[in-house]
Protein backbone atom coordinates (compact mmCIF):
# COMPACT_ATOMS: atom_id res chain seq x y z
CA UNK A 1 0.00 0.00 0.00
CA UNK A 2 0.71 3.67 0.17
CA UNK A 3 0.95 4.65 4.02
CA UNK A 4 4.54 4.32 4.36
CA UNK A 5 5.98 6.45 7.56
CA UNK A 6 4.20 6.23 10.81
CA UNK A 7 3.04 9.60 12.23
CA UNK A 8 5.16 9.30 15.13
CA UNK A 9 7.94 6.64 16.09
CA UNK A 10 7.36 4.59 19.25
CA UNK A 11 10.52 2.43 20.37
CA UNK A 12 9.37 -1.23 19.69
CA UNK A 13 13.10 -3.23 20.90
CA UNK A 14 12.23 -3.39 24.21
CA UNK A 15 8.61 -4.03 23.59
CA UNK A 16 8.00 -8.16 25.16
CA UNK A 17 4.44 -7.77 24.18
CA UNK A 18 1.74 -5.95 21.85
CA UNK A 19 -2.03 -5.55 23.32
CA UNK A 20 -4.55 -4.92 20.57
CA UNK A 21 -7.99 -3.85 21.29
CA UNK A 22 -10.74 -5.39 19.08
CA UNK A 23 -13.87 -3.27 18.56
CA UNK A 24 -15.55 -5.35 15.89
CA UNK A 25 -18.79 -3.11 16.73
CA UNK A 26 -21.85 -3.77 14.03
CA UNK A 27 -22.75 -5.87 11.50
CA UNK A 28 -19.39 -7.39 9.08
CA UNK A 29 -17.43 -5.55 11.44
CA UNK A 30 -18.29 -9.01 13.63
CA UNK A 31 -16.35 -10.93 10.53
CA UNK A 32 -13.78 -8.91 8.92
CA UNK A 33 -12.17 -7.93 11.80
CA UNK A 34 -11.33 -11.57 12.91
CA UNK A 35 -9.26 -11.39 9.13
CA UNK A 36 -7.34 -8.76 10.67
CA UNK A 37 -6.11 -10.94 13.51
CA UNK A 38 -5.14 -14.21 11.34
CA UNK A 39 -3.11 -12.24 9.49
CA UNK A 40 -1.34 -10.14 12.41
CA UNK A 41 -0.92 -14.04 13.79
CA UNK A 42 0.73 -15.24 10.55
CA UNK A 43 3.60 -12.85 11.05
CA UNK A 44 4.44 -15.02 14.04
CA UNK A 45 7.94 -14.38 15.79
CA UNK A 46 8.60 -11.00 13.79
CA UNK A 47 6.61 -9.25 15.81
CA UNK A 48 6.15 -9.54 19.55
CA UNK A 49 3.74 -11.99 21.67
CA UNK A 50 0.37 -10.63 20.37
CA UNK A 51 -2.51 -10.05 23.14
CA UNK A 52 -5.84 -9.14 21.41
CA UNK A 53 -8.60 -7.65 24.15
CA UNK A 54 -11.76 -7.71 23.12
CA UNK A 55 -14.07 -4.41 23.30
CA UNK A 56 -17.64 -3.82 23.20
CA UNK A 57 -19.31 -0.67 21.20
CA UNK A 58 -21.81 -0.17 18.70
CA UNK A 59 -25.56 0.60 17.79
CA UNK A 60 -26.57 -3.06 18.49
CA UNK A 61 -24.73 -2.50 21.88
CA UNK A 62 -26.50 0.73 22.72
CA UNK A 63 -29.71 -1.00 21.89
CA UNK A 64 -29.12 -3.55 24.39
CA UNK A 65 -27.67 -1.12 27.42
CA UNK A 66 -28.73 2.70 26.11
CA UNK A 67 -24.83 3.35 25.35
CA UNK A 68 -22.75 2.73 22.07
CA UNK A 69 -19.00 3.45 23.96
CA UNK A 70 -18.58 2.19 27.44
CA UNK A 71 -16.69 4.41 29.61
CA UNK A 72 -14.60 1.03 30.29
CA UNK A 73 -13.55 0.40 26.52
CA UNK A 74 -12.42 3.82 26.71
CA UNK A 75 -10.27 3.47 29.87
CA UNK A 76 -9.06 -0.28 28.32
CA UNK A 77 -7.82 1.98 24.75
CA UNK A 78 -5.94 4.35 27.07
CA UNK A 79 -4.56 1.98 30.23
CA UNK A 80 -4.27 -1.44 28.57
CA UNK A 81 -3.60 -0.82 25.07
CA UNK A 82 -0.85 -0.30 22.13
CA UNK A 83 -3.04 0.05 19.59
CA UNK A 84 -6.35 -0.66 18.04
CA UNK A 85 -8.93 -1.82 15.53
CA UNK A 86 -12.14 -1.20 14.55
CA UNK A 87 -14.45 -2.86 12.60
CA UNK A 88 -17.70 -0.77 11.42
CA UNK A 89 -20.77 0.99 13.18
CA UNK A 90 -24.45 0.86 11.94
CA UNK A 91 -25.22 4.13 13.10
CA UNK A 92 -28.89 5.08 12.09
CA UNK A 93 -29.84 7.64 9.44
CA UNK A 94 -32.57 9.18 11.68
CA UNK A 95 -32.46 10.67 15.37
CA UNK A 96 -32.18 8.30 18.02
CA UNK A 97 -32.64 9.37 21.25
CA UNK A 98 -29.43 8.79 23.44
CA UNK A 99 -27.38 7.49 20.70
CA UNK A 100 -24.42 9.35 19.43
CA UNK A 101 -21.63 7.16 16.88
CA UNK A 102 -19.03 5.53 19.09
CA UNK A 103 -16.43 5.99 16.15
CA UNK A 104 -16.99 9.66 16.18
CA UNK A 105 -16.93 9.57 20.02
CA UNK A 106 -13.74 7.70 19.33
CA UNK A 107 -11.64 9.88 17.56
CA UNK A 108 -12.64 12.63 20.24
CA UNK A 109 -11.69 10.65 23.31
CA UNK A 110 -8.29 9.10 22.00
CA UNK A 111 -7.82 12.33 20.48
CA UNK A 112 -7.20 10.55 16.98
CA UNK A 113 -6.88 13.54 14.84
CA UNK A 114 -5.87 12.41 11.81
CA UNK A 115 -7.74 10.07 9.59
CA UNK A 116 -5.37 8.68 7.06
CA UNK A 117 -6.95 6.78 4.13
CA UNK A 118 -4.63 5.74 1.26
CA UNK A 119 -6.48 4.61 -2.28
CA UNK A 120 -4.19 3.13 -4.24
CA UNK A 121 -5.07 0.27 -7.56
CA UNK A 122 -2.66 -2.84 -8.04
CA UNK A 123 -1.24 -2.99 -10.78
CA UNK A 124 -0.63 -6.19 -13.62
CA UNK A 125 2.68 -6.52 -13.55
CA UNK A 126 4.07 -6.77 -9.60
CA UNK A 127 7.11 -3.95 -10.58
CA UNK A 128 4.35 -1.75 -12.74
CA UNK A 129 3.18 1.43 -11.56
CA UNK A 130 -0.30 1.80 -10.21
CA UNK A 131 -3.12 4.08 -11.95
CA UNK A 132 -4.15 5.44 -8.84
CA UNK A 133 -2.04 6.28 -6.01
CA UNK A 134 -3.15 8.88 -3.30
CA UNK A 135 -4.00 9.41 0.09
CA UNK A 136 -6.69 11.22 1.62
CA UNK A 137 -6.04 13.00 4.77
CA UNK A 138 -9.08 14.07 6.76
CA UNK A 139 -9.12 16.31 10.05
CA UNK A 140 -10.85 14.37 12.25
CA UNK A 141 -12.63 16.23 15.50
CA UNK A 142 -13.79 19.03 14.07
CA UNK A 143 -16.28 20.43 11.07
CA UNK A 144 -19.75 19.31 10.85
CA UNK A 145 -19.13 15.99 12.74
CA UNK A 146 -18.44 18.27 16.28
CA UNK A 147 -22.95 17.21 16.40
CA UNK A 148 -24.05 20.83 17.59
CA UNK A 149 -27.27 20.44 16.04
CA UNK A 150 -30.82 21.83 16.93
CA UNK A 151 -34.29 22.30 15.47
CA UNK A 152 -36.92 25.20 16.43
CA UNK A 153 -39.92 26.15 15.07
CA UNK A 154 -39.95 29.52 13.25
CA UNK A 155 -42.57 31.19 10.76
CA UNK A 156 -42.63 28.64 8.03
CA UNK A 157 -42.48 25.67 9.99
CA UNK A 158 -39.18 23.43 11.68
CA UNK A 159 -35.75 25.22 11.36
CA UNK A 160 -32.50 22.93 11.78
CA UNK A 161 -28.75 24.43 12.21
CA UNK A 162 -25.88 22.80 12.73
CA UNK A 163 -22.82 24.40 13.95
CA UNK A 164 -19.56 24.06 11.81
CA UNK A 165 -16.41 24.26 13.70
CA UNK A 166 -12.75 24.74 12.13
CA UNK A 167 -10.12 25.80 14.59
CA UNK A 168 -6.83 27.11 13.76
CA UNK A 169 -4.97 24.23 16.24
CA UNK A 170 -6.77 21.85 14.74
CA UNK A 171 -6.08 22.84 11.24
CA UNK A 172 -2.71 23.41 11.88
CA UNK A 173 -1.79 19.77 13.10
CA UNK A 174 -3.46 18.09 10.49
CA UNK A 175 -1.23 20.68 8.10
CA UNK A 176 1.72 19.71 9.72
CA UNK A 177 0.94 15.95 8.94
CA UNK A 178 -0.18 16.46 5.32
CA UNK A 179 2.97 18.41 4.77
CA UNK A 180 5.15 15.83 6.19
CA UNK A 181 3.62 13.04 4.51
CA UNK A 182 3.69 14.80 1.41
CA UNK A 183 7.46 15.27 1.83
CA UNK A 184 8.19 11.64 2.24
CA UNK A 185 6.24 10.54 -1.00
CA UNK A 186 8.13 10.42 -4.22
CA UNK A 187 5.89 13.16 -5.95
CA UNK A 188 5.81 15.60 -3.11
CA UNK A 189 2.31 17.21 -4.28
CA UNK A 190 -0.27 17.99 -1.80
CA UNK A 191 -3.93 19.64 -2.80
CA UNK A 192 -5.56 21.49 -0.12
CA UNK A 193 -9.18 21.13 -0.40
CA UNK A 194 -12.12 23.62 0.41
CA UNK A 195 -14.89 25.32 -0.24
CA UNK A 196 -13.67 29.06 0.94
CA UNK A 197 -15.63 30.72 -2.12
CA UNK A 198 -18.80 30.14 -0.13
CA UNK A 199 -18.11 29.28 3.20
CA UNK A 200 -14.95 32.11 3.32
CA UNK A 201 -14.60 32.26 7.16
CA UNK A 202 -14.48 28.28 8.56
CA UNK A 203 -12.94 26.85 4.90
CA UNK A 204 -10.91 30.13 4.60
CA UNK A 205 -9.07 29.91 8.24
CA UNK A 206 -8.77 25.89 6.98
CA UNK A 207 -7.05 26.62 4.11
CA UNK A 208 -5.35 29.38 5.23
CA UNK A 209 -3.59 27.82 8.40
CA UNK A 210 -2.30 25.14 6.28
CA UNK A 211 -0.81 27.04 3.66
CA UNK A 212 1.05 28.64 6.56
CA UNK A 213 2.84 25.32 7.34
CA UNK A 214 5.88 26.22 5.98
CA UNK A 215 5.96 29.32 7.28
CA UNK A 216 5.75 28.20 10.87
CA UNK A 217 8.51 28.90 13.26
CA UNK A 218 11.40 26.27 13.26
CA UNK A 219 10.37 24.69 9.96
CA UNK A 220 13.42 26.92 8.09
CA UNK A 221 12.74 25.67 4.80
CA UNK A 222 11.89 21.78 5.62
CA UNK A 223 9.15 21.58 3.01
CA UNK A 224 10.61 24.01 0.03
CA UNK A 225 10.21 20.63 -2.02
CA UNK A 226 6.67 20.18 -1.69
CA UNK A 227 4.15 21.58 -4.51
CA UNK A 228 1.06 23.01 -2.94
CA UNK A 229 -1.97 23.06 -4.98
CA UNK A 230 -5.71 23.84 -3.49
CA UNK A 231 -8.97 22.68 -4.99
CA UNK A 232 -12.31 23.57 -4.37
CA UNK A 233 -14.05 20.16 -2.83
CA UNK A 234 -16.63 20.37 -5.93
CA UNK A 235 -14.56 20.11 -8.57
CA UNK A 236 -11.93 17.78 -6.75
CA UNK A 237 -14.65 15.13 -6.54
CA UNK A 238 -15.25 15.86 -10.57
CA UNK A 239 -11.33 15.70 -11.26
CA UNK A 240 -10.47 12.65 -9.01
CA UNK A 241 -13.23 10.56 -11.42
CA UNK A 242 -12.23 12.08 -14.27
CA UNK A 243 -8.21 12.20 -13.49
CA UNK A 244 -7.29 10.27 -10.71
CA UNK A 245 -3.30 10.78 -11.62
CA UNK A 246 -2.98 14.70 -10.58
CA UNK A 247 -3.61 13.86 -7.11
CA UNK A 248 -1.13 12.54 -4.59
CA UNK A 249 -1.58 13.42 -0.76
CA UNK A 250 -5.15 16.03 -0.54
CA UNK A 251 -5.71 17.25 2.61
CA UNK A 252 -9.59 18.43 3.99
CA UNK A 253 -11.59 19.06 6.77
CA UNK A 254 -14.00 16.26 8.13
CA UNK A 255 -16.79 16.07 6.02
CA UNK A 256 -15.19 16.51 2.68
CA UNK A 257 -12.39 13.83 3.38
CA UNK A 258 -15.17 11.74 4.50
CA UNK A 259 -16.78 12.05 1.16
CA UNK A 260 -14.09 11.98 -1.11
CA UNK A 261 -11.90 9.24 0.55
CA UNK A 262 -15.32 7.56 0.07
CA UNK A 263 -15.86 8.21 -3.28
CA UNK A 264 -11.80 7.43 -4.19
CA UNK A 265 -12.63 3.90 -3.61
CA UNK A 266 -14.67 4.10 -6.89
CA UNK A 267 -11.39 4.08 -8.77
CA UNK A 268 -10.08 0.92 -7.37
CA UNK A 269 -12.95 -1.15 -7.28
CA UNK A 270 -14.73 -1.48 -3.92
CA UNK A 271 -15.11 -0.09 -0.48
CA UNK A 272 -13.85 -3.25 0.69
CA UNK A 273 -10.40 -2.73 -0.21
CA UNK A 274 -9.60 0.68 1.27
CA UNK A 275 -8.00 0.72 4.84
CA UNK A 276 -7.54 3.40 7.14
CA UNK A 277 -6.03 4.78 10.64
CA UNK A 278 -7.33 6.89 13.07
CA UNK A 279 -3.93 8.64 14.36
CA UNK A 280 -3.12 10.88 16.87
CA UNK A 281 0.11 12.16 18.42
CA UNK A 282 0.09 8.41 21.51
CA UNK A 283 -2.32 6.19 19.68
CA UNK A 284 -3.52 4.28 16.74
CA UNK A 285 -6.26 2.47 15.49
CA UNK A 286 -7.18 1.03 12.07
CA UNK A 287 -10.40 1.31 10.65
CA UNK A 288 -11.68 -0.25 7.57
CA UNK A 289 -13.17 2.44 5.06
CA UNK A 290 -16.31 0.55 4.88
CA UNK A 291 -19.43 0.59 6.48
CA UNK A 292 -21.36 -2.35 8.31
CA UNK A 293 -23.04 -3.63 5.19
CA UNK A 294 -26.36 -5.09 6.99
CA UNK A 295 -27.35 -6.63 4.04
CA UNK A 296 -24.27 -8.79 3.73
CA UNK A 297 -23.83 -9.27 7.17
CA UNK A 298 -23.84 -13.06 8.75
CA UNK A 299 -23.39 -14.54 5.12
CA UNK A 300 -19.73 -14.74 5.12
CA UNK A 301 -19.12 -12.73 1.89
CA UNK A 302 -18.36 -9.58 3.44
CA UNK A 303 -14.88 -8.13 1.50
CA UNK A 304 -11.85 -8.48 4.46
CA UNK A 305 -9.28 -6.77 2.75
CA UNK A 306 -9.81 -3.85 4.00
CA UNK A 307 -9.50 -4.72 7.26
CA UNK A 308 -6.44 -6.52 7.03
CA UNK A 309 -4.62 -3.82 5.28
CA UNK A 310 -5.74 -1.45 8.12
CA UNK A 311 -3.87 -3.90 10.53
CA UNK A 312 -1.00 -3.27 8.26
CA UNK A 313 -1.46 -0.04 8.11
CA UNK A 314 -1.87 -0.09 11.88
CA UNK A 315 1.23 -1.90 12.70
CA UNK A 316 3.41 0.49 10.54
CA UNK A 317 2.59 3.10 12.42
CA UNK A 318 3.97 1.45 15.58
CA UNK A 319 6.97 0.60 14.24
CA UNK A 320 6.76 -2.96 12.47
CA UNK A 321 7.14 -1.93 8.94
CA UNK A 322 8.11 -5.17 8.00
CA UNK A 323 5.07 -6.96 9.52
CA UNK A 324 2.96 -4.19 7.50
CA UNK A 325 4.98 -4.95 4.02
CA UNK A 326 4.61 -8.67 4.38
CA UNK A 327 0.75 -8.27 4.74
CA UNK A 328 0.55 -5.79 2.03
CA UNK A 329 2.56 -7.72 -0.68
CA UNK A 330 0.54 -10.52 0.31
CA UNK A 331 -3.28 -8.80 -0.21
CA UNK A 332 -1.68 -7.33 -3.56
CA UNK A 333 -0.75 -11.02 -4.68
CA UNK A 334 -4.23 -12.39 -4.28
CA UNK A 335 -5.64 -9.32 -5.64
CA UNK A 336 -3.15 -9.88 -8.67
CA UNK A 337 -4.04 -13.36 -9.20
CA UNK A 338 -7.95 -12.59 -9.07
CA UNK A 339 -8.75 -16.44 -8.56
CA UNK A 340 -10.04 -15.71 -4.63
CA UNK A 341 -12.02 -13.07 -4.42
CA UNK A 342 -15.08 -11.98 -2.93
CA UNK A 343 -18.40 -11.06 -4.73
CA UNK A 344 -18.27 -7.30 -4.41
CA UNK A 345 -15.03 -7.47 -6.45
CA UNK A 346 -16.36 -10.19 -9.29
CA UNK A 347 -15.62 -13.29 -7.42
CA UNK A 348 -17.14 -16.02 -5.41
CA UNK A 349 -15.01 -16.67 -2.66
CA UNK A 350 -16.36 -16.25 1.24
CA UNK A 351 -14.44 -14.21 3.70
CA UNK A 352 -13.32 -16.75 4.90
CA UNK A 353 -11.45 -18.32 2.18
CA UNK A 354 -10.08 -14.63 1.38
CA UNK A 355 -8.39 -15.04 4.61
CA UNK A 356 -7.31 -17.90 4.63
CA UNK A 357 -5.79 -16.96 0.92
CA UNK A 358 -3.90 -13.96 2.11
CA UNK A 359 -2.32 -15.86 5.57
CA UNK A 360 -1.21 -18.34 3.28
CA UNK A 361 0.96 -15.62 0.85
CA UNK A 362 1.74 -13.89 4.35
Same mark, same amino acid.
Given at each position: ?145 ? *????? &? +?? %? ?7 ? #? @??? !? ?52 ? *????? &? +?? %? ?7 ? #? @??? !? ?70 ? @? ?47
Amino acid at each position: MVFRAPIRSMATAARQSLKIGMLPADGIGREVLPGAKAAILALGSSIPKTEFIDLLAGFEYFTKTGTALPDETVQILKSECDCALFGAVSSPSRKVAGYSSPIVALRKKMDLYANIRPVKSVSVNPEGKPGVDLVVIRENTECLYV *KQETQ &T +VG %EHGKEARAT #R @LIT !ERASRRIGELAFKMALERPRKHLTVIHKSNVLSITDGLFRETVRGVPTLPGVDG *KYDDV &T +VA %EQLVDSAVY #R @LFR !EPEIYDVMVAPNLYGDILSDAAAALVGSLGLVPSVNAGDSFVMGEPVHGSAPDIAGQNIANPLAAIRSAAMM @LRHIGYGDGADRIERAVDSVLRDGKVLTPDLGGKSKTSEVVDEVTKRI
